[in-house]
């Protein structure tokens, strides 16, 4: 386990998938001295699995394979990994387990699933809130973090936190129903929000050095398309299309699916706290009012 005041061996290896939903592509972080763990090892790609393997060094083994949420650009490469150096993978379920009670009423409802899904992974062990995974100078904790992903966990090292696609420091997180879930995604920021972290190691993009002020930008920031929301709505009914094109004018037209399944995740929000109303039913073909 970790010493008190002591950081294990930590490298990050970039897989090659860069989009504009990933950035640069994929982090691949590898934790250790010896027994290593390798978090989120990414898309099925046979270069990146090479690159994985040709950085463990003399002495040192994959001990653990982790992955914080199964979309196939952060899982698919799990179950090769493991075949190859019999590491089990540590995850919190499949991909639509951890789905929020109102998601799964309304999943088939809900005109398509978020895109990504990895639904052939299947984690050799599950890791729930709170539960470690360690090696010889490191310990990971998980929390559960849903909104994202009804199965998202972050990893905690200390008071360093491997954030997956929870928090990212290029771009705000995509949450998209009834995979994503708004009301989850919030409630986990403003838990995360509430303890103290040195910085965050999220899955796509540059390490987050100061997370409180990163945190408070990703809150304020939803907070800010909410309140867009509302007052679209206070003017006249309207669908989602038509939302989507006034809240995010400016976006590039290959972003616009995207941000309509943001707007769609912010409008089950409200709908849950029954601020808008939905007609006639609860679904993306709605007529959205005011409550």
């Given amino acids: ?80 990994l493991g075949a190859l150096t019999g590491a089990p993978t540590h995850a919190f379920g499949t991909a639509t387990e951890g789905r929020s009670p109102v998601m799964q009423a309304l999943a088939d409802r809900l005109a398509a699933e978020g895109e990504g899904l990895d639904r052939g992974f299947v984690p050799d062990l599950r890791l729930a809130e ?50 994503g879930d708004m009301t989850d995604y919030m409630a986990s920021l403003r838990r995360l929000a509430g303890r103290r972290w040195s910085r965050l190691l999220p899955g796509h993009g540059a390490p987050v050095p100061d997370p409180e002020r990163r945190l408070a930008e990703l809150i304020a920031h939803r907070q ?35 941000a309509a399944r943001n707007a769609l995740a912010h409008l089950v929000d409200l709908s849950g706290r029954n601020l808008i109303s939905a007609h006639p039913a609860l679904e993306p073909g709605a007529e959205f009012r005011l409550s």
């Fill in 1 to 80: 386990m970790s010493r008190p005041g002591s950081d294990p061996p930590l490298r990050c290896l970039v897989a090659p998938n860069p989009s504009p939903l990933t950035g640069a592509g994929t982090n691949t972080w590898i934790v250790g001295g010896s027994a290593l763990a390798v978090i989120d090892p990414g898309p099925d790609d046979p270069a990146h699995l090479a690159a994985i393997l040709a950085a463990v060094g003399p002495g040192q083994r994959i001990a653990h394979i982790l992955v914080t949420h199964a979309h196939r650009d952060h899982s698919a490469l799990a179950a090769r």
């Fill in 130 to 179: 709170g539960e470690t995974v360690a090696g010889p100078d490191w310990t990971l904790r998980a929390l559960h973090t849903p909104g994202h992903l009804g199965g998202h966990l972050c990893l905690a090292l200390g008071e360093t936190l491997f954030s997956g696609d929870h928090v990212m420091g290029w771009s705000s997180s995509i949450v998209s129903p009834p995979d």
């Fill in 224 to 258: 800010g398309r909410e309140a867009q929301i509302l007052a679209a709505l206070a003017r006249a009914p309207a669908r989602l299309p038509d939302l989507t094109a006034r809240i995010y004018a400016g976006t590039p037209p290959h972003l616009l699916p995207e």
